[in-house]
């Protein structure tokens, strides 16, 4: 017994499961290489070549349901509603507060008969619609007479229901010359204290019976009459009726509203309701019209950015 060497007693014990070595870290981390995963199946491969499609549906479906019935962007083109939009500003409408109709879709898709969740306008919104006659241009008008209203011109005042709304003089609005703005007429023309170019115009505030106020350019009494014969200026009454609405610019003497029969690119008469797409929120860029896409520090130069931000 004596005889037994250390080496075959341990050769004996590690014959016995519970003596067996533990195999250290460095051994456990080296395992034999996993057999080969299968090929995808044909479904499987299918389903990832799709990702990509179904994802861009999916993105242009959520865009334009947020378009159609939550905000949409809009662009100012012209200055008919100088002084609160200058051309060049972009803004965002709300698209819910008068409810949902075909115009209210991409490309006016004629997929809603009706109107639904119709809403009243308030007067002093301001507003973005369908022009007729055409129902496929939009337009952005203040609301100043709802059904049942009367509304009248008389020497350049707004008259409501028979009463003058209030009308004050403010200083003159100025607004520099740019690849966006040009003046309306010469005697408009002016410079600042730097000999920059700028555009000076009567300037007045105008207070609604609801005590909503806003300010509006009105260049005196109108020299000449527009093609229909209307004396933008003096206007006889107009009774709104039920489901119209009367819109002007805020720059009376250069707007073609509601005072014009509704023309081609021309007035827009009585507008329906139903035209209605929605209602200015606030302005989220504005930009005087000196970018060039390929200098790419003008985009920053151009923008007004003391004009992002203002809300209605």
């Not at 939009?138 to 049942?148: A, S």
């Not at 600042?192 to 005196?220: A, M, Q």
């Not at 507008?271 to 060039?292: E, K, Y």
Request: hydrophobic share 40%; charged share 20%; proline share 11%.
């Amino acid at each position: 017994m004596t005889d037994a060497s250390p080496l075959h007693m341990t050769a004996t014990m590690t014959n016995t499961p519970e003596n067996a070595p533990q195999a250290s870290e460095q051994d456990a981390a080296i395992t034999p290489d996993p057999l080969p995963d299968a090929p995808p199946s044909p479904a499987k491969k299918q389903r990832k070549e799709d990702s990509f499609p179904v994802f861009v549906i999916k993105l242009v479906l959520i865009v334009a349901f947020f378009r159609s019935f939550v905000f949409s962007p809009f662009n100012i083109p012209s200055e008919s509603m100088l002084p609160r939009l200058e051309n060049g500003d972009y803004l965002l409408a709300a698209k819910w507060p008068f409810g949902f109709s075909s115009y209210s879709l991409p490309f006016s898709l004629p997929l809603l008969p009706n109107r639904i969740f119709a809403g009243q306008p308030k007067r002093g919104d301001v507003v973005i619609f369908k022009a007729p006659p055409g129902n496929d241009v939009d337009y952005i008008k203040r609301v100043i007479g709802l059904p049942g209203d009367t509304v009248q011109i008389i020497g350049g005042q707004l008259h409501l229901n028979g009463v003058p709304v209030p009308k004050v003089k403010l200083a003159d609005f100025v607004i520099p010359v740019s690849a966006n703005t040009s003046c309306a007429r010469p005697d408009f023309e002016a410079v600042d204290e730097k000999g920059n170019p700028i555009c000076k115009y009567p300037h007045f505030r105008e207070t609604l019976p609801e005590g909503k106020s806003y300010d509006v350019l009105d260049f005196g009494a109108a020299s000449t009459l527009n093609p229909w014969g209307v004396d933008a200026d003096n206007t006889p009454p107009v009774i709104v009726p039920e489901g119209k609405l009367f819109l002007m610019g805020d720059n009376r003497d250069n707007s073609m509203d509601s005072r014009f029969p509704a023309v081609e690119g021309g007035g827009i008469g009585l507008v329906p309701q139903d035209n209605l797409v929605g209602r200015a929120t606030i302005v989220m860029w504005s930009t005087d019209g000196s970018a060039n896409w390929f200098l790419p520090w003008t985009w920053f130069t151009a923008a007004r950015f003391n004009r992002i931000g203002g809300t209605f």
